[in-house]
């Protein structure tokens, strides 16, 4: 594995995953906003740790990088012609990276589905992941394109975590709105949560939108109620790691908080995400498994201790907000409404 760093920031968003002759480059998420770092390897075992570590991450990301992940572990093992044990190991390997969100199972399930007879196996599915990348990019802008008609001329838009260009393809969902109603010439300010513990919305969110020229406000996650009430925020909308088929959506830790100030504020609360983040096997937000992270996320911000030794932590990265406080879901097939569980059958199958 290799990495480098450009001198300063450059003005465009850098490509959050590509696929380099016969590795893979992504840039490390937990550098920014401070450093573009960006980390090359042919070896599998590194997107794993890439995925676990956060260094790529955001579900449509994650899920372009386990079928590139697939694709070194088969020309690692030079597997021909089928799916071998050695392979197989490899892809549970690709799966177990993160539990919540949905995209890497969805994308191993497509490859394994593949037809592979007499064929390389690593040249299927590199040529898979190529079209699953082009595919998370369309359905992004497509997501833009449906959000607009949600965002009045005129917006204030509170957002969660981060959920644009390196969190996908290279576009974004929830940002994707966002960024699709200022490409549109509607005049939009974005209330930014900072995103406890780990702080995608200060580092991650902030640093897109100040190179996308788009207007915003950082807050702390716990002024998110006061900020409705003195911005006057039109709506919120967030991203989704999985969504299940009754419309129970897991998002980032601190969402379903969000939820509920949106019902008591009276503001719609919208879930920008595509159709691979959708999961039908799931019938309700019991179904869907919640990571939990390592303690030392809450207790350390980098080098800083943040609390006494030894206490006692819960650290989900995760939670559910219930179909109930979402108003619909912008996706690339079109907006989802109530009731969710009929539509989300027949717009997403």
């Known amino acids: 594995m290799t990495s480098s760093n450009y001198q300063g920031l450059n003005t465009e968003l850098p490509d959050p995953i590509r696929w380099e002759g016969d590795k893979v480059t992504i840039i490390d998420q937990t550098q920014l906003p401070h450093k573009e770092t960006f980390l090359t390897s042919k070896n599998y075992r590194d997107v794993c740790e890439w995925i676990k570590s956060l260094r790529i991450r955001g579900a449509p990301s994650i899920g372009i990088a386990a079928a590139y992940a697939a694709a070194l572990a088969a020309f690692e093992l030079d597997s021909h012609n089928e799916i071998d044990r050695k392979l197989d190991r490899a892809l549970n390997e690709i799966h177990d990276t993160r539990p919540t969100a949905v995209n890497i199972r969805n994308v191993l399930t497509r490859l394994r589905k593949l037809n592979l007879d007499g064929k390389a196996v690593g040249e299927v599915f590199l040529g898979e992941a190529n079209k699953i990348f082009a595919e998370e990019v369309e359905s992004c802008r497509k997501i833009g394109r449906f959000g607009l008609e949600l965002v009045p001329d005129k917006a204030v838009i509170l957002t969660h975590c981060h959920a644009g260009g390196l969190a996908t393809g290279g576009y974004g969902t929830a940002i994707g709105v966002i960024r699709a109603a200022h490409e549109a010439g509607k ?141 619909a879901f912008i996706t690339e097939r079109g907006i989802i409404r109530k009731p969710f569980g009929e539509n989300i059958a027949r717009m997403i199958g």
Request: charged share 25%.
């Open 187 to 327: 005049d939009v300010m974005v209330i930014v949560d900072e995103t406890r513990p780990l702080l995608q919305g200060a580092r991650l969110t902030a640093y897109e939108l100040q190179k996308l020229g788009i207007k915003f406000r950082l807050i702390v996650d716990s002024a998110s109620g006061i900020a409705m009430k003195k911005f006057k925020v039109d709506l919120v909308v967030t991203g989704a790691d999985r969504i299940a088929a009754n419309g129970d959506t897991a998002n980032k830790i601190g969402t379903y908080n969000l939820s509920v100030l949106c019902k008591e504020h009276k503001i719609p609360f919208y879930i920008a995400a595509p159709g691979s983040s959708f999961d039908i096997t799931a019938k309700s937000g019991e179904d869907i498994p919640i990571e939990e992270r390592s303690a030392d996320e809450i207790t350390r911000f980098q080098t800083c201790r943040t609390a006494p030794e030894n206490v006692p932590v819960y650290a989900p990265a995760f939670d559910i907000s219930p179909a109930d406080n979402i108003a």
